[in-house]
């Protein structure tokens, strides 16, 4: 079965970064692209961009590129997303979820949820 | 970027009724639109996808239909674990982009 694990929660200071991970298992890793969603507390959802696990390659939203980077290690299926210069508006759950061929998100992790205070 | 505009914000419906949410995406997407489930403390999880086409384990009460930039997803013979908040989502460009979310209520 499809699952994708996420690394735990985090307390960080304004002005510093934050790197989460998402463990997928249940399917070949290189098959399907990792998406990484935001959830700021009671609002909608956000694309932050993609990574293929095959390639390499990413694709950002506009709106977090200078805020996210995306990376994978292929050798222990891992994908990851470090966001910095954080401040009170990054404190949200992020999520981790997959594409196929289509571009819905069929599987999503737990959500790793990021606090920013001092 | 697309804007996927949802309607209603919330909903109150008693246990049997039907309740439909309607997106309406700012041009056409051509079908590739999806619909979620999100419980509290939760993520979302898929319901629907290319408009119509109920993900495995999706219950037959949920539908959807649409074409063009008018979608709308439908829950007949609401039911207590039907609570939370729906969102669609379009996926024929990035980037994809979701609709603010409907949080259905049991009145």
């Known amino acids: 079965q499809v699952n994708l694990l996420q690394s735990g929660a985090a307390l960080v200071k304004p002005g510093a970064s934050v790197k989460m991970s998402c463990k997928p298992s249940?399917?070949?890793?290189?098959?399907?692209?990792v998406h990484w969603v935001r959830q700021s507390h009671g609002k909608s959802l956000e694309w932050i961009g993609y990574i293929n696990p095959y390639s390499g390659s990413t694709n950002y939203n506009e709106k977090f590129k200078t805020k996210a980077t995306l990376s994978v290690d292929k050798s222990t299926k891992t994908a990851y997303m470090e966001l910095s210069g954080l401040t009170s508006e990054d404190s949200a759950a992020y999520y981790c979820?997959?594409?196929?061929?289509?571009?819905?998100?069929?599987?999503w992790g737990p959500g790793t949820m990021v606090t920013v205070s001092s | 970027d697309i804007q996927m505009t949802q309607s209603p914000p919330s909903l109150s419906a008693s246990l049997g009724d039907k309740v439909t949410i309607t997106c309406q995406a700012s041009?056409?997407?051509?079908?590739?639109l999806a619909w979620y489930q999100q419980k509290p403390g939760k993520a979302p999880r898929l319901l629907i996808r290319?408009?119509?086409t109920l993900e495995s384990g999706t219950p037959s009460r949920f539908t959807g239909s649409g074409s063009g930039r008018d979608y709308s997803f439908s829950v007949s013979n609401v039911e207590s674990e039907d609570i939370a908040t729906y969102y669609c989502?379009?996926?024929?460009?990035?980037?994809?982009?979701f609709g603010a979310g409907t949080k259905l209520e049991l009145k």
């Open positions: 041009q056409n997407i051509d079908k590739y």
């Open positions: 290319f408009t119509s």
């Open positions: 979820t997959r594409t196929g061929m289509n571009w819905y998100f069929d599987f």
């Open positions: 249940g399917y070949t890793f290189t098959d399907y692209i």
């Open positions: 989502l379009q996926y024929v460009n990035l980037p994809s982009t």
